[in-house]
């Protein structure tokens, strides 16, 4: 094991000075194909960082294989939930065909224009969390350097979280260790925030409606 990790320490040490000659490559006029070797040197780095974790048993991410693509500059995430269940809301990416780099959309919650907008219901949800850090803050949280990827949503193997809610439950006199080791620990790397949680699975819903539509919606699916 120990040769293992110090074989994978070398291959990420390696792979990070892949992608830092690809990012600086990104800086001169392109001569073609410095696009495609950035994000090949990233997804390498990525793996690597993912198997170091696993072999040292530490808590790693990998992608949750999301179906959709929030704004990046503002998704505005909302979260209610109760005992069961967390409902986590925020604005879809809509690429604009006019924007050339010279203004900034600034949105609004409060609009009553309708909007595309994506409504997340986590099943059977043990706990749920939504705040720091944000993405200039990302590089310390625990996961950085362990498969973190930025505006993507993702799960956690090895979770000190997921470990810690199994612990403190375990001295309930009906407490059943298969409920927890069938959640999943899901992270959304938001533009201003970050969210967590602990759940079994997640449906998700795209609509286009105002945002005070959607968390009436909300209220009602909470109530019910």
Known sequence: MFRRTTKLEQQLAEAN???????????????????EEFHAAHAEVLRLERALAESRNEPYAVPCDFPVNWDVGAPLPFLLCNDYRAFLTFYVREPDPNWDGTYVKVVDPASTEAVSLCLVTFKNCASAKLGHPNDEAQHGHPLAGRGLRGYTAQIVKNSPWLKEVAKTNSVHPGDRPEMWTS???????????????????????????????LLRRVQDKILE
């Open 17 to 35: 000075r892949r992608l830092k000659a690809a990012a600086a490559a990104l800086a001169p006029k392109h001569k073609g194909g410095e696009v």
């Open 183 to 213: 959640l999943n620990h899901y992270v959304f790397w938001f533009h201003d925030s970050t969210f967590e949680c602990l759940a079994k699975s997640y449906e998700v819903e795209v609509s286009s409606e105002t945002m005070p539509e």
